[in-house]
């Protein structure tokens, strides 16, 4: 194989017999994703790039994550179209393992990550977090990378995350990448394909509210005025507001108030589409 070419390993023995000659390159960083690939993802793996000689990323829509009821079936994929950005990107290897192959029918270990996982997505989405622990513990198995990139999108997936590695020993670093935003602010995700051209429109009204709150922290508003505030304006622009929440962005707890490195995040629905955002309360530079 010409280097620089992209392989694609599409079982755990196919990762670790192509992987093996690769890790005398140096450190291996591991990108997971469910695929569906945008701009977001490209701003992960460029990243990971920065951080190690050998860049993985995995493309797995994962079943166990999903709960009754939601959109495991029409989940958007299109393997073709993400090798072509992956190969583009100058990823060394995809990860694309098959659900049969992966979590095969009878698969009956879970791992559950308690405290952090319990709020937020964790309350709204009851069993996602194991889903997500159980997968990402496989592919840090699979791969055993130095260094795993994810994305401040999905806050409290960072805070399960490293927790998990911090109670297993995983001997991973991990690096959190900041949230890949649309020109009007909206954070991009592969589920922003579900959203109507009304609904799309609308939906910048979200990481305005944040930006808003943000500005409302820095004047030193009280944290819970700001989180029922931005609610309510939420709800004003047409929103279902799950939850706003001020919270460390480590342990996942409220009461952080405007402590250092606070995060408000935000899940709302509109339409039959769930947007998850949040902004660094402290941060003075927008992203
Ligand atoms: P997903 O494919 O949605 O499971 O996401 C895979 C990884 O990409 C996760 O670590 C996400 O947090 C991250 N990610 C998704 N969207 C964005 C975004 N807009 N900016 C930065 N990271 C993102």
Redesign the pocket.
């Given at each position: 194989m010409a280097p620089g070419e992209l392989i694609v390993a599409r079982s755990v023995g196919e990762l670790r017999q192509e992987l093996g000659p690769l890790r005398a390159r140096g450190a291996v960083a591991l990108?997971?994703?469910?695929?569906?690939l945008?701009e977001?993802?490209l701003?992960?793996v460029r990243r990971a790039r920065e951080e190690a000689a050998v860049v993985v990323v995995s493309i797995f829509v994962n079943p166990l994550q999903f709960g009754p009821g939601e959109d495991y079936e029409r989940y958007p994929r299109g393997l073709g179209a993400d090798l072509a950005l992956l190969s583009r990107e100058g990823v060394d290897l995809a990860f694309c393992p098959e659900a049969a192959d992966f979590s095969p029918p009878g698969f009956a270990t879970s791992i559950t990550v308690g405290g952090v996982s319990e709020g937020q997505e964790g309350a709204v989405r009851p069993g996602h977090f194991a889903g997500v622990a159980t997968v990402v513990a496989k592919l840090f198995n699979a791969v055993g990378p130095d260094v795993a990139v994810?994305?401040?999108?999905?806050l409290q997936?960072t805070a399960v995350v490293r927790r998990l590695i911090r109670d297993l020993d995983f001997p991973i670093r991990l690096v959190v990448?900041?949230?890949?935003?649309e020109e009007d602010g909206l954070?991009?995700?592969?589920r922003n394909v579900y959203l109507s051209p009304q609904e799309r429109a609308a939906a910048a009204a979200l990481p305005r509210a944040l930006r808003e709150a943000q500005k409302a922290i820095r004047e030193r508003r009280p944290a819970g005025d700001v989180e029922r505030e931005t609610r309510t304006s939420l709800e004003n622009a047409g929103f279902g507001v799950d939850y706003v929440e001020v919270v460390d962005p480590a342990t996942m707890q409220r009461g952080a108030g405007d402590a250092e490195g606070a995060v408000l995040a935000a899940a709302v629905r509109i339409g039959k589409v769930r947007l998850l955002d949040n902004v660094v309360l402290g941060e003075t530079r927008a992203e």
């Open positions: 990108v997971p994703t469910m695929g569906a945008h977001g993802h701003s992960l994810f994305g401040r999108k999905d997936q990448a900041p949230i890949s935003r954070a991009r995700s592969s």
